[in-house]
């Protein structure tokens, strides 16, 4: 049975440390956070230091905050204090492990980036950097394979990696839409779960287009419709979020974080089972 240590216990390292757990792995978690005990789950170890946690480690999965000089010295320790065949995983959402594994050893590092929570979202981004063999990223991918999850690979670095792009670009004309009054936060996110997002549970953004062409498919879709979407000028919106983060507020701030996630999680499981039975 595979060991796996978990550095950072937020709220992704978390819910790394209840998937590992669930497929039955030995679990070491380090985090210096005082309320650590209070937090993890069931049968999970807690390691005082990062060196304790990774000393027996065969897989070891970064969490620690998105901060390009704390990942720079933790990698460094994880290089030098995890077993030789141990790989060395970062959830890292935005910063390519090319930056943080200058002058060292980066052979067994690489990107594994989950989408939140990661024990109920299947995909990992699975990036190498510069200094990453192949035999890593197949070790990668045989990994999240074996816990259920789907690992894309991706072949190039690129700040964000391609799923939080992709967010950032809806994210970015949502903002756009609230801030002009167009809709409220809540209306745009029922537009988006009773259209786009349950579309794209089921097709992503290509096969969709292409289905959206009818019979002609994509070719049909990009000469006709697609000539005016082109030609759609999209939004900026403004660089002071206040006024977002305050119609945010309001339209979710009476619940709690725990209603809430409960609820999304709960409704994202049934789409999985409905999606498997399918
Ligand atoms: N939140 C998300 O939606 C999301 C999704 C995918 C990936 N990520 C990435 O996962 C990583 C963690 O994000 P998060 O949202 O869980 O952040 P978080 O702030 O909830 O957790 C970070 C944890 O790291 C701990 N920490 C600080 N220094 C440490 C150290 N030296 N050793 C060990 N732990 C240390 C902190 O105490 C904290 O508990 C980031 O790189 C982030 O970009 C986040």
Known sequence: MSTVAVVGAGVI???WARLFREHGMTV????????????????????????????DADFVQENGPEDLELKKTLFAELVREAPEHALLLSSSSAIPSTAFTE????????IGHPFNPPHVIPLVEVVPGE??????????????????????VERKEIPGFVGNRLQAALS??????????????????????????????????????????????????????GKSMRGLSLGTPSQDPERLIRAVED????????????TRDRKQL?????????
């Open 13 to 15: 390292g978390l819910s």
């Open 28 to 55: 070491r978690i380090t985090d210096p956070r005082p309320d650590l005990a209070e937090v993890v789950p069931d049968d999970v170890l807690i390691a005082p230091t990062v060196a304790e946690a990774v000393r």
């Open 103 to 110: 002058g060292i050893d980066g052979s067994r590092v690489l």
């Open 131 to 152: 200094q990453t063999s192949e035999e890593s990223v197949t070790r990668a991918v045989e990994f999240y394979r074996s816990l259920g999850r789907t690992p894309v």
């Open 172 to 225: 970015r004309e949502a903002a756009y839409l609230v801030e002009q009054g167009v809709v409220t936060p809540a209306d745009l996110d029922a537009v988006v779960t009773n259209s786009l997002g349950l579309r794209w549970a089921a097709v992503g953004p290509f096969l969709g287009a292409h289905l959206g062409g009818g019979p002609g498919g994509y070719r049909h879709l990009a000469e006709h419709i």
């Open 251 to 262: 339209a979710y701030g009476s619940s709690t974080y725990s209603a809430l996630a409960e």
């Open 270 to 278: 049934a789409v999985l089972t409905a999606l498997e039975e399918n």
